[in-house]
Structures are given as structure tokens and as C-alpha cells.
């Protein structure tokens, strides 16, 4: 992904011939980009040998789904919806973990009978529910219990799931009493802890001090897990301030951990392994004018992309073709919505825009599609994968009759 003299160009097409062929908003990711970021994932965490499940949720395509089960990853899941996903991408049940706070009778029930890989609880409810369907169907499940390490994960605090107020995972005190129930069930096995303290962390130490509370919890319990499942969170750089997690220095933290322990690790990246591989390619509506800068209205909006207007999450604006002149108003990118959350930017000393330009919205592999919705009645974007020189089209554009 780069500029080709003054055009945009992903592995080789140029932005502004995919947009007249297959119009805007469009999602674009690039197969060079993920398997990049596998081959990268892979090769840090190379000496702690981990299974990798790619967390279904960042993005859910079921081309890419099956592209990321081809280089080898599992899943994970948090839903029937994504389950079934996994499975008809290809993605192998013994390679497939469930997380979530509220699994459904008929999610437990259709995950036992596929004998996905792990069920990761989270209450006792759960637990108790879990063990209901097991016995019935007259099966022993894997299970895990997830745990709130109350740790601060140092990030945003609406994608922070760790700490105590969170209502992610079990206490200490629960852990402790859930661990001992399941050892004493003929229905269940208790094969691992997991946990996943948020996401878009971008120092090693949250993580320390994750590792720390999980130390004292094996000690405290005196179980063998066969399985350690860490979570994702690993955060990326959207080029804001340059800052990415150092997944060495993570891995080197893991690996004294898992040595310590004797048990496989299993991550549960999403971000890491999809976000920078896909743009939105979007065209200016109109350019409006206002006092103190002009609004950039584009027609891409939060529902095509939700993670500004949700988050206040900020993402590289580029233009798909670049020129010298300067403009000398600040810009603010927006959408056509009825929501004054719906933008994405306001860019000072940007080049001069015209109506009909086009730009791109970097970094939204993940969180992007899976995230959008149908707000305002808008149809979802289309999505293609570059591959092999080649362009696919991954998900047909919504058209006004699917809506109405
Ligand atoms: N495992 C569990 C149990 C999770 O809840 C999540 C994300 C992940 C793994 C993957 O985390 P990742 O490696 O992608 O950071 N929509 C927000 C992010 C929400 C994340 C929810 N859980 C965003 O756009 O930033």
C-alpha cells in the first residue's frame, strides 16, 4: 500500500480504478498486508508455540475468515453467528474457542455438540448451564473459566474489559470456588484459564501484571491447566503517535510464564492480525463551507465505520491522489448521517479537496465492517481482497432492496 508517484496504489491497483469499477464506499484489504501480519505474529511468538485463534469479532468475513484458517489460526468466537462462521470457513472445532458473558442455552448446546476446542465461562450461571446440557446429551466438556484479574489495561476505557467494574470474567473469590466445582463434575473438564484484560494495549506491563495475578491464582488453586488463553489486545499503530505493542517483549514475558507453568498458550488476536490491512475508499459528496473550516462531506458514514464516532478513535485520512496545494482552513471529514458524532477528522494543512475526490480511511480491518450497520437505511459497503494480482469481491454490496 503506497503511492505510485502521486496515486494511491494496494498491491498494485491503483485506488482510484478500483473506486470507478466498483464504486464507493468500499472496503479494501490487501492478502499481502494479513499474511504479513500472521507470518510476523507467528514468527514473534515463534518459541512459545501458542494456537492462535483469530478473534472472529474483528472482523467476520468469511473469505478472510477462511483465508486466516489456511495460515493456520483457530478462532475466537463469541456467539452462534460467529461459530458457524468459523466452521464454514473451514476453521477446525478443535481449533475453535467460545467467549462471552451471556452464551445462550442454544449456543452451549450447539457448541458441545460440534466439540469446539474450549468453552471459556464466565459465571456460575454459566457454568451451571453448561453442565446441564452436558449431562443431558451425556457428553464431558472442556470448559475454562475466564477471569477479572482487576487489571488496567491502559487504554480506552470503553474497550477496557479487565478491572473489577467490568463485567467481564470471575473474581478471584469466584475462580477459586467455580474451579473447585468443575473438578468435581463428571460432566465437565476444567482444562483452562483465560482471560482478556481489553484491547489496543500498547505497553508489555498491563500484561505484566496480568501474568502476575494468574501466577498467584495457579498457585492459590494448585491445578495443571493444560491451557493458558491470554486474550488479544495487542495493539497496533495507527499512525498517531507511532506507538505499537512490542509483541517481542511480550513474547519473552510469556514464554518465562509458560516454562514456569508447563501449559499451552493459546492468544486471541483480532487488531493485530487484521486492522492494518484494509482502507475504506470513500468519494467527497460536497465540500461545504463553514466559519473557521470546511466540512468534508464524504460518502462513507459512522454506520459504514463506527470506530470515531464511538470511541473518538482517530484514523489517517489520506487523499487518493496526491497534489502540492495547500489549503489553508482546517478540514473536517464527516459523514451524510443525522448525528453530529458522525465524523472522522479535522485535519489542518491538508491538501486542497475537491468534490468528487476521493479518500481513504486507513487501518479499518478490524472493527470496521463488523461494526457497521444499516443506520439512517444505508446500505453496508461492498468488500474485496486483493490476492495474487488479482481483485475478489468478499461481500456483495447491501442494495436498497435487501433494506426495504
Ligand atoms: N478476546 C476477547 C475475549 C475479546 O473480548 C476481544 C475483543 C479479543 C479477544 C480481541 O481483541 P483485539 O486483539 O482485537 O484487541 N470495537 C473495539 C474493540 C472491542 C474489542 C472487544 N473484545 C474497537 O474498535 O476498538
Not at 210 to 238: A, C, P, R
Amino acid at each position: 500500500m503506497r503511492y505510485k508517484l502521486k496515486n494511491f496504489s494496494i498491491d498494485g491497483f491503483d485506488v482510484n480504478k478500483i473506486a470507478k469499477k466498483y464504486k464507493t464506499p468500499v472496503y479494501c484489504y490487501s492478502f499481502k498486508k494479513l499474511r504479513e501480519n500472521i507470518l510476523n505474529f507467528n514468527k514473534n511468538f515463534k518459541h512459545i508455540d501458542p494456537l492462535t485463534c483469530f478473534s472472529v469479532k474483528a472482523n467476520s468475513n468469511k473469505i478472510l475468515l477462511n483465508e486466516i484458517g489456511k495460515l493456520g489460526l483457530g478462532a475466537d468466537v463469541v456467539s452462534i453467528g460467529e461459530l458457524l462462521k468459523a466452521l464454514k470457513s473451514g476453521i477446525k472445532p478443535n481449533k475453535i474457542v467460545f467467549s462471552g458473558v451471556g452464551k445462550t442455552k442454544n449456543e452451549i448446546s450447539f457448541a458441545i455438540k460440534k466439540k469446539i476446542l474450549l468453552i471459556n465461562a464466565e459465571s456460575k450461571s454459566e457454568i451451571l448451564e453448561i453442565e446441564k446440557i452436558a449431562k443431558i446429551k451425556k457428553k464431558q466438556v472442556n470448559v475454562g473459566i475466564r477471569l477479572n484479574p482487576n487489571t488496567d489495561a491502559k487504554t480506552l476505557s470503553q474497550i477496557s474489559t479487565g478491572k473489577k467494574e467490568n463485567k467481564f470474567g470471575v473474581s478471584e473469590k469466584n475462580f477459586l470456588e467455580l474451579s473447585k466445582y468443575i473438578r468435581n463434575s463428571k460432566y465437565m473438564n476444567l482444562k483452562c484459564l483465560s482471560v482478556h484484560i481489553g484491547s489496543q494495549i500498547l505497553d508489555t506491563r498491563p500484561y505484566e501484571k496480568m501474568l502476575k495475578v494468574l501466577d498467584k491464582m495457579i498457585k492459590k488453586i494448585n491445578y495443571h491447566f493444560e491451557y493458558i488463553d491470554l486474550g488479544g489486545g495487542m495493539g497496533i499503530d495507527y499512525g498517531n503517535n507511532n506507538k505499537r505493542l512490542n509483541l517481542k517483549k511480550y513474547s519473552s514475558i510469556v514464554k518465562k510464564f509458560k516454562e514456569k507453568h508447563k501449559t499451552k498458550i493459546i492468544f486471541e488476536p483480532g487488531r493485530s492480525i487484521i486492522g492494518n490491512s484494509g482502507i475504506l475508499i470513500a468519494k467527497i459528496i460536497y465540500i461545504k463551507e463553514g466559519h473557521k473550516k470546511n466540512f468534508i462531506i464524504i460518502d462513507a458514514a459512522m454506520n459504514d465505520f463506527m470506530r470515531p464516532a464511538l470511541y473518538n478513535a482517530r484514523h489517517r485520512i489520506i487523499p487518493a491522489v496526491r497534489n502540492k496545494r495547500k489549503s489553508n482552513k482546517s478540514y473536517e471529514f464527516v459523514g451524510p448521517i443525522c448525528e453530529s458524532t458522525d465524523k472522522f477528522s479535522t485535519l489542518k494543512k491538508f491538501q486542497k479537496l475537491y468534490e468528487n475526490d476521493l479518500i481513504l480511511i486507513c487501518d479499518v480491518g478490524a472493527y470496521g465492517m463488523s461494526l457497521s450497520s444499516n443506520y439512517n437505511t444505508r446500505p453496508k459497503p461492498l468488500e474485496i481482497l486483493i490476492k495474487d494480482s488479482k481483485i475478489k469481491i468478499i461481500n456483495k454490496r447491501q442494495n436498497l432492496k435487501d433494506l426495504i
